[in-house]
């Protein structure tokens, strides 16, 4: 039995030793693993390894600068720092002080534009061809409606006098009434004839809402008060 069991250990000894032996091989002072597989195993070659990119960023070439435009393209990052801007100002004062200042000569342009008829800086409700020709159409003929502040005042004042007198009051009271009523129907004949020219020189579409309002407001203040000032004479028709 002693020498059964020896020999079973030796040739299991054996077989380990060559099964170590076939697993592994050494060539020199390196090892090298070798793995029995039945088949062959894929490995990378070294042409399927792919290079690291070169470096494409060209260089510069000295003493051209920005070719084309004279000067350097800026970074992104210096970019947006020059276009950022703060919501509030550093200098508030300062600010308001600037603000103010453009407001007056905002202030000043209009008001220039106003004497002298300037489209450029007349405000947004006097502006256009067709306004113009409301206000040189308006200002061309002779209106009750820019005498009617100085008759109102004076009705005023002679109702005021005969204040006692009621027959002499309600005399003057049924006058002041014949001229508003007159002042008004002045006013709708003068914006009847005017719309159909309009219609006529700028095209139907160019009568737009409330410009019947605009004529009559016109109508109905003194010529030295009328903003934007008057541009024509008594008697000079636009055509």
Do not use: C
């Amino acid at each position: 039995m002693d020498g059964v069991a020896a020999e079973t250990a030796a040739s299991v000894g054996s077989g380990r030793g060559g099964a170590a032996a076939g697993s592994a091989s050494v060539t020199g002072d390196h090892a090298t693993a070798r793995l029995d597989y039945p088949g062959r195993v894929f490995q990378r070659k070294q042409s399927d390894v792919v290079p690291p990119a070169a470096d494409l960023t060209e260089e510069p070439v000295p003493g051209l600068v920005g070719a084309g435009k004279g000067r350097p393209t800026p970074k992104r990052r210096a970019a947006e720092a020059a276009n950022r801007r703060p919501l509030v100002p550093t200098d508030r004062k300062a600010a308001a002080k600037a603000a103010k200042v453009a407001a007056r000569a905002d202030r000043d342009r209009q008001y220039r534009a106003m004497q002298t008829g300037d489209e450029r800086f007349l405000p947004l409700r006097d502006r256009g061809p067709v306004r113009r020709y409301i206000r040189d159409s308006v200002d061309a003929r002779w209106s009750l409606g820019e005498f009617f502040l100085p008759i109102a005042l004076v009705f005023v004042a002679l109702t005021a006098l005969f204040s006692q007198n009621l027959a002499v009051s309600g005399i003057l009271m049924v006058l002041l009434y014949a001229i508003v009523l007159a002042t008004i129907l002045d006013a709708f004949l003068m914006w009847r004839r005017m719309r159909k020219r309009i219609a006529a020189k700028f095209g139907p579409e160019s009568l737009e809402r409330g410009m019947g309002m605009y004529a009559a407001m016109r109508v109905f203040q003194l010529r030295r008060g009328r903003m934007p000032k008057p541009q024509v004479k008594h008697g000079q028709h636009p055509v």
